[in-house]
């Protein structure tokens, strides 16, 4: 199940499940894209480029990935075309580059609230940084906006607490 959940996050970049879940899928998640940071440039030169030595330590951490999380995967795209991904190229190539100079901290989880079925806590995990993260800092601060409290101004006097 992890698996795939790791997978669908890497390729989708967000995915919303229950909060146990989206807490060990960080877990996952986090420790696979550090193995591809730690290579460095390594991880997204070009590989007739490498030397011998680097090629091999490339080669040992892309079947260490691959061999957690499936090596393709399959995307909708908008109009119903279907784009096939090679994942474990993704995790070395685009997300070691982009967190290059993060330290860690490579996913995001908000919590959505109580499922609507069967009551079980929500949550959005997403990768920061991404294109989807941009969108939904955007919406979380239009949340929190409504949701703080709003200020009494002399030119709008406070109402008076019910009697009751």
Same mark, same amino acid.
């Given at each position: 199940?992890?698996?795939?959940?790791?997978?669908?996050?890497?390729?989708?970049? &967000?995915?919303?499940?229950?909060?146990?879940?989206?807490?060990?899928?960080?877990?996952?998640?986090? &420790?696979? $894209?550090?193995?591809? &940071?730690?290579?460095?440039?390594?991880?997204?030169?070009?590989?007739?480029?490498?030397?011998?030595?680097?090629?091999?330590?490339?080669?040992?951490?892309? &079947?260490? $990935?691959?061999?957690?999380?499936?090596?393709?995967?399959?995307?909708?795209?908008?109009?119903?075309?279907?784009?096939?991904?090679?994942?474990?190229?993704?995790?070395?190539? =685009?997300?070691?580059?982009?967190?290059?100079?993060?330290?860690?901290?490579?996913?995001? $989880?908000?919590?959505?609230?109580?499922?609507?079925?069967?009551?079980?806590?929500?949550?959005?995990?997403?990768?920061?940084?991404?294109?989807?993260?941009?969108?939904?800092?955007?919406?979380?601060?239009?949340?929190?906006?409504?949701?703080?409290?709003?200020?009494?101004?002399?030119? =709008?006097?406070?109402?008076?607490?019910?009697?009751?």
């Amino acid at each position: 199940m992890l698996r795939n959940l790791v997978a669908n996050l890497v390729l989708n970049e &967000r995915i919303e499940t229950t909060d146990a879940k989206a807490k060990e899928l960080r877990r996952v998640a986090e &420790r696979l $894209i550090s193995k591809a &940071r730690r290579l460095g440039p390594t991880a997204y030169t070009p590989h007739d480029t490498l030397s011998l030595a680097d090629r091999s330590r490339r080669t040992a951490v892309s &079947r260490s $990935i691959s061999a957690y999380i499936p090596r393709f995967g399959v995307r909708v795209e908008a109009g119903g075309a279907l784009t096939r991904i090679d994942l474990v190229e993704k995790v070395l190539i =685009e997300l070691a580059k982009r967190y290059q100079a993060r330290a860690g901290g490579y996913t995001r $989880i908000v919590k959505l609230g109580p499922r609507r079925g069967d009551n079980a806590p929500i949550s959005l995990i997403e990768l920061v940084d991404g294109p989807g993260a941009q969108q939904s800092e955007s919406e979380s601060g239009v949340a929190k906006a409504a949701a703080s409290p709003k200020t009494a101004t002399a030119a =709008e006097p406070a109402t008076p607490a019910k009697a009751g």
